[in-house]
């Protein structure tokens, strides 16, 4: 029988960083039952016509009916893709409701923790109301868009607002199957393969997940810094680990925070191992790249008996970034992802499972740069803020994310609920801010 | 081969952060900072390790201070320093 490809104007082949991500996902729903999604939170000095923001968003993602794709496969199973419908689009899902204003980092932790519908939503909005200031909050799926993607999307909605045009043709969905280049994939998936083995062979350390996690889902601490902060915090990173190194320096401030916690905690077993999620595309390729995954992972190895010294494991961080980036260690991460897309997700963690290749890390991190959201308005309303709440692999279950806003920097500490207590969290919080502004 | 001038490196530097940033040679600048330019800390690194490529310099141990690295102009006098 033969078998007939879809139309390639409905349907974007999925990269080995996408799988990938659909492998968390999977195991994010099996664990916790919502998946692997994030939100970005834009908070408004005011409140916006909640009618016109309505009619807004439908006008918007008329234009964009890959947000309601979902996952399929071809050429005999081997390369799966995002399908999606052109004639099929659906109305924007925006939540309308006013909180007291205490009330609002529950209704945030609400939202994320919320599953989507069904297997072609993957996106929802929420504007939430509390005392004459508001909060846009965008949930989205990380299957579709990846962090910087999102805030691209975002840049997007308000460009069009702006400067109405034609801004959405910008955006490619075209991808090719990568079934090609076998070798060069075989050679990047026996390197990949040699780097986690060796980085999973010893204990590491990690919290213990709560037994309930299936009903609890994650909580959040934002630490939020004003821009005098910031600005001293990054001539502070730029002098102690070198011009424009802000992600090692971040990293160690995190390091040093879950340090305290693994050891008030009495865990003390072998090094931490952290993957970082890094973005791959440069920032003239965004608009081009928003949806789908553009990122690679450094994964680092700090010995716990040393994360006590700050130099010595910022130091540790910058020659491992180094070394990784020399040996191309990233790009072989996504070539050998390429080869994981043959294996279906429900066999696809267990057999990473079986090989000890996952899970791996002690916590998640990443700083996502100054937001790609270039305006300090939306929908005619002061932008105060804007920051990430995602909720990382589970396990390990814990992360710490940066991202700047209009120059002011941002610290979100996520966790499953009951991996740490509150005053582990205050504790936490406290230490990164403590460092960060030293 | 002979000692390079800073033009020279700063030629070589140019073509490598043009091709970190995939954008045209055109439109970097000998004097732009590398932030400006859009370069973040892999950008940075990857930087570095084309150094140590082009001229045998391996230079994260060094200060990496923001006077000898924001620009390809400061960053080819530090290398011509070095005695490339």
């Given at each position: ?14 990269t080995g ?62 390369a ?96 090719s199957a990568r079934l090609d280049r076998w070798k060069e994939q075989f050679d990047a998936g ?141 790009q072989n991460?996504n070539k050998a992802?390429n080869l ?99 | ?84």
């Amino acid at each position: 029988m033969a078998f007939r490809l879809p139309s390639s104007k409905n349907k974007r082949y999925l990269t080995g960083a996408d799988w990938i991500i659909n492998m968390i996902d999977y195991a994010n729903k099996k664990v916790t039952g919502v998946g692997n999604q994030s939100q970005i939170v834009v908070e408004l000095a005011g409140s916006p016509s909640t009618d016109d923001l309505r009619k807004k968003l439908r006008v918007f993602l008329k234009n964009y009916p890959i947000v309601n794709g979902r996952i399929s496969r071809d050429y005999i199973n081997l390369a799966p893709y995002w399908k999606f419908d052109r004639k099929n689009s659906r109305p924007p899902k925006l939540k309308v409701y006013d909180v007291e204003a205490g009330q609002m980092p529950d209704e945030l932790e609400q939202a994320v923790n919320t599953p989507f519908d069904d297997d072609r939503e993957h996106l929802t909005f929420r504007l939430i109301t509390s005392e004459g200031k508001s909060s846009l909050i965008m949930t989205f799926d990380h299957r579709l868009l990846d962090a910087r993607g999102a805030e691209a999307f975002l840049n997007m909605f308000q460009l069009e607002q702006e400067e109405p045009g034609e801004h959405y043709k910008k955006v490619s969905i075209r991808e090719s199957a990568r079934l090609d280049r076998w070798k060069e994939q075989f050679d990047a998936g026996r390197d990949t393969a040699c780097t986690l083995s060796a980085m999973a062979k010893n204990a590491q350390p990690v919290f213990p997940l709560p037994k309930a996690q299936r009903k609890k889902g994650f909580k959040f601490k934002v630490i939020s810094f004003d821009k005098t902060q910031t600005e001293h915090i990054v001539k502070k990173a730029y002098s102690e680990a070198g011009y424009l190194l802000v992600m090692p320096y971040f990293l160690t401030v995190a390091v040093q925070a879950l340090h305290k916690a693994f050891c008030g905690k009495n865990i003390r077993s072998g090094d931490y191992i952290i993957p970082v999620s890094t973005d791959t595309r440069t920032k003239d390729q965004l608009p081009e790249k928003t949806f789908f995954n553009y990122v690679s992972f450094f994964i680092f190895r700090i010995s716990q008996e040393k994360a006590d010294d700050f130099s010595c494991v910022l130091n540790d961080i910058k020659e491992q970034m180094y070394d990784q980036v020399k040996q191309k260690k990233l790009q072989n991460f996504n070539k050998a992802s390429n080869l994981l897309r043959i294996v279906p997700l429900a066999i696809l963690g267990p057999l990473m499972k079986l090989l000890k290749q996952w899970p791996i890390g002690s916590f998640c991190s990443s700083y996502v740069g100054e937001n790609t959201y270039n305006f300090s308005k939306f929908m005619d309303k002061d932008v105060v803020n804007i920051y990430h709440m995602p909720r990382p692999p589970v396990s390990p279950g814990v992360g710490i994310y940066f991202n700047q806003f209009k120059g002011k920097l941002n610290a979100t500490l996520s966790y499953v609920d009951g991996i740490l207590n509150e005053d582990e969290v205050n504790s936490i919080a406290g230490e990164v801010k403590a460092k960060l502004n030293s | 081969m002979g000692k390079m001038d800073v033009k020279e490196i700063e030629k070589i530097l140019m073509k490598e952060v043009s091709a970190i940033l995939a954008s045209d040679i055109d439109e970097i600048g000998a004097d732009i900072p590398l932030h400006d330019l859009g370069i973040d800390s892999l950008g940075f690194v990857e930087i570095l390790v084309s150094i140590e490529k082009n001229f045998n310099l391996r230079l994260m141990e060094s200060g990496l201070t923001q006077e000898d690295f924001q620009t390809i102009n400061s960053l080819a006098e530090r290398i011509s320093r070095e005695g490339v």
